[in-house]
């Protein structure tokens, strides 16, 4: 069999900045005559690519059981590790023995070259162009199974928070051409995605010859059709307030922000490295709550850092309820070697971490369920993603709320304005025509 028509299949782990990465390579395959496989497809592939996740301790784990189980299914596969992971433990990869092929993330634009490399017996020095302040992507992100779309529009981060091994696997701050995302944004569309969501590492810092991401907002939606820009997670930022501002005038842009807060003490910032404090993080909430109504804001935290008393974690607690995130995701401190704060003092016991995080995740649960409560009664634009049974559709208002419609008339793809009646005891918000 030629490699041209080789089955491939991808397994992603982490943020939508990788399902976008994924994405792209999935293009470059397609352009190489590649059969493309679902990752839940049960057909064997004859080539498994693993995106990995370097943010967690169990993100990696994760993706070692994953090549591992795969292996032991297919001993002549060839299997690839990818991403930041393999970005910043290459070594570690190399002497797992189970990869036989380890890329960085700029080996991912040359993953064709590897693949055919290794196919032929050889080696491939990979070029690294991580330093570049503009970057392009040399392929058209492909999402076959999917009804929206990823477009990668930044990467780098320059922020080095002491815990974070993300620019060292990512590199620093850089932006995507702003004339080659307009190309992609287009053939997206055309290609019948309803919502494109806009990726990076932190997005709030684009800027390409001096277009910044509300000029890149402004310019995409003002192009014909009916779609949707979503933002994918974004950095606390001063430009944050002039998304909002657009935001709040244009139906194109979904009504949804997740901005991490990580902390909410001024000393567990201060050592996180973070560039805020809890009152600039609250006012910021305050701003888009007041300019746009039923904005869905979400977060990140991180439980159990170093040096967090007792006393600094019933802060975060009483801070989150001050200002009721409608989704939080909750992290234990995880070590990443390499980073300032793997060498902190003050580490909490990992058991004591874990019962702060289900106690801060109860909060966290309860402010999701009044968030979905406080959309009854409301009409939300809904993009239908599958019929999950006869008669019975699902898909995402533009608030980034799971919405389940019953005896109605709908396609996969399509927009409904849909009138909330009720949150299902699963959460999802049950609705009608």
Not at 125 to 136: A, G, K, L, T, V
Not at 210 to 220: C, D, H, I, Q, W
Not at 230 to 258: G, V, W
Not at 397 to 409: C, H, P, Q
Request: proline share 4%; aromatic share 8%; glycine share 6%.
């Amino acid at each position: 069999m030629s490699q041209k028509h080789k089955k491939i299949m991808i397994m992603t782990i982490g943020c939508r900045l990788n399902q976008a990465d994924t994405a792209l390579m999935l293009d470059r395959f397609r352009n190489a005559a590649y059969e493309i496989l679902h990752e839940k497809s049960k057909d064997m592939p004859d080539i498994f690519i693993l995106n990995t996740c370097s943010v967690t301790a169990s993100a990696s784990r994760k993706g070692r059981q994953a090549i591992r189980a795969v292996r032991r299914k297919n001993p002549d596969i060839c299997i690839i590790v990818t991403g930041c992971d393999a970005d910043v433990r290459k070594d570690f990869w190399k002497d797992e023995g189970t990869p036989d092929i380890v890329l960085s993330n700029e080996g991912k634009k040359k993953i064709i070259e590897h693949v055919e490399a290794y196919y032929h017996g050889k080696d491939k020095d990979i070029p690294d162009n991580s330093r570049m302040e503009i970057f392009r992507e040399n392929a058209s992100a492909l999402f076959p199974f999917r009804s929206r779309a990823f477009l990668k529009v930044q990467e780098g981060c320059n922020s080095f928070c002491s815990y974070c091994i993300v620019p060292y696997a990512r590199g620093r701050e850089r932006s995507r051409d702003f004339g080659e995302v307009l190309e992609d944004f287009r053939n997206m569309l055309e290609k019948g995605h309803k919502e494109i969501i806009l990726t990076g590492v932190n997005i709030s810092a684009y800027n390409h010859d001096g277009k910044n991401l509300a000029s890149l907002l402004e310019t995409l939606s003002s192009m014909p059709g009916d779609f949707r820009i979503r933002l994918s997670s974004t950095e606390p930022h001063p430009e944050n307030y002039n998304i909002i501002d657009i935001m709040a005038d244009n139906p194109k842009i979904c009504r949804f922000l997740h901005i991490p807060l990580q902390h909410g003490t001024t000393e567990i910032l201060k050592s996180m490295n973070r560039k805020y404090t809890p009152d600039e993080f609250a006012r910021f909430i305050s701003y888009a709550r007041s300019k746009v109504k039923g904005i869905h804001l979400g977060t990140d935290v991180i439980v159990g850092f170093p040096g967090e008393t007792q006393e600094l974690f019933m802060g975060m607690c009483e801070f989150a309820k001050k200002v009721n995130f409608a989704n939080m995701h909750i992290f234990p401190f995880s070590i990443r070697p390499g980073t300032p704060a793997a060498a902190f003092p003050g580490k909490v016991p990992e058991r004591e971490a874990r019962l702060r995080f289900e106690y801060l995740n109860a909060i966290a649960s309860a402010m999701a369920s009044d968030f979905a409560l406080s959309q009854k009664n409301e009409t939300l634009k809904v993009l239908i993603e599958e019929e999950s049974s006869p008669g019975v559709f699902e898909g995402w208002s533009d608030n980034y709320l799971r919405v389940r419609i019953k005896g109605a008339d709908l396609c996969r793809n399509d927009f409904a304005e849909v009138l909330i009646t009720d949150v299902g005891d699963d959460g999802l918000l049950l609705g009608k025509l």
